[in-house]
């Protein structure tokens, strides 16, 4: 059990510190409304990660997954259509 919770703070930190670096990425001189809406929702992420560890929950990292998954698609979308715009 201590090897499972040492690599579960261990991915939770390094999640953290992922959204945390993306939080410290935005330019709110470009798009302003949308940089609050994505520091609120990094913001809520990161937390939700901290009460997830400390209460050991599962469905709260599930949450968290859900949340930077849904991201993911849209920014890999995002990408696609500079990409075939830039062609």
Excluded: Q
Aim: with cysteine; proline share 1%; hydrophobic share 40%.
């Amino acid at each position: 059990e201590g090897n499972e919770i040492n690599t579960l703070h261990s991915k939770l930190h390094e999640a953290r510190t992922l959204l945390g670096e993306l939080l410290a990425g935005l330019d709110d001189e470009v798009f302003p409304e949308l940089c609050a809406r994505l520091r609120r929702l990094y913001g809520w992420c990161i937390r939700e990660l901290v009460s997830a560890e400390r209460e050991r929950s599962t469905e709260m990292i599930r949450g968290v997954r859900a949340v930077t998954e849904s991201l993911l698609e849209g920014w890999e979308e995002a990408a696609r259509r500079v990409s075939e715009g830039a062609a």
